[in-house]
Structures are given as structure tokens and as C-alpha cells.
């Protein structure tokens, strides 16, 4: 199994960025797709942001197409989400994930335990 510790959220202006980061450990990191979800309260858990195990392939949810950004380094084992022009409804804890696989097609395998993204208007 793969520990996942996501961190770097905070309170933020509207129109601000923050960028978030997941550092993992454990199985191999650099062989599987990672993504980010979010999830504000009372709310199902939705999907961000996937990018595969070689960081060449990437895919964004509508909502926070041209505004996110996911990469990763694979020598530190960690992801990224790039988040720029925050808007209000962006508010929610972001979870990281990996995949069972190279590509984000796989089914989800491992979360980690949330980081707080607030943006006030």
C-alpha cells in the first residue's frame, strides 16, 4: 500500500493561488497515475485532475480547465496541483490519489487524508 500526505491548502483570496502538494510512500510511486479530488461538505467527492505515471498525459475537469495545473516529480514522489484564479466555489478539501495503473483509466486504489482549500470572496 501507498501513504499519501497531501498539504498546502489555506485560506485564500479570490483570484489567488495556492499550490498544492502530495508527497507518497511506500509502493512505487513513479509507476502509477495520481490524482486530485475535491470534496466540500455535504457534497459527493469529485474529480480535479489526473496525470499518468510518466507526466506526459493529463486530464482536468471542466471547471478547472486553464485555471489548475497537475505535475509531478517522480524523483521526490510527489505530485502537484497548480491552482491559479481561485474562485469561491473552488472551496474544498483536496484529496490525493493513485490509481491501479500507469493512466488515470485504472480504478482508484489509495487516498490520502485531505488538505483545506478556502477561498473567500
Known amino acids: 500500500q501507498v501513504t499519501l500526505v497531501e498539504s498546502g491548502g489555506q485560506l485564500v483570496q479570490a483570484g489567488g493561488s495556492l499550490r498544492l502538494s502530495c508527497v507518497a510512500s511506500g509502493r512505487t510511486f513513479s509507476s502509477r497515475a495520481m490524482g486530485w479530488f475535491r470534496q466540500a461538505p455535504g457534497k459527493e467527492r469529485l474529480f480535479v485532475a489526473a496525470i499518468n505515471w510518466s507526466g506526459d498525459s493529463t486530464h482536468y475537469a471542466g471547471v478547472v480547465r486553464e485555471r489548475f495545473t497537475i505535475s509531478r516529480d517522480n524523483a521526490k514522489n510527489t505530485v502537484y496541483l497548480q491552482m491559479n484564479s481561485l474562485k469561491p466555489e473552488d472551496t474544498a478539501t483536496y484529496y490525493c490519489?493513485?490509481?491501479?495503473?500507469?493512466?488515470?483509466?485504472?480504478?482508484?486504489?489509495?487516498w490520502g487524508q485531505g488538505t483545506q482549500v478556502t477561498v473567500s470572496s
Open positions: 490519489t493513485q490509481y491501479d495503473g500507469d493512466t488515470y483509466t485504472y480504478p482508484r486504489t489509495s
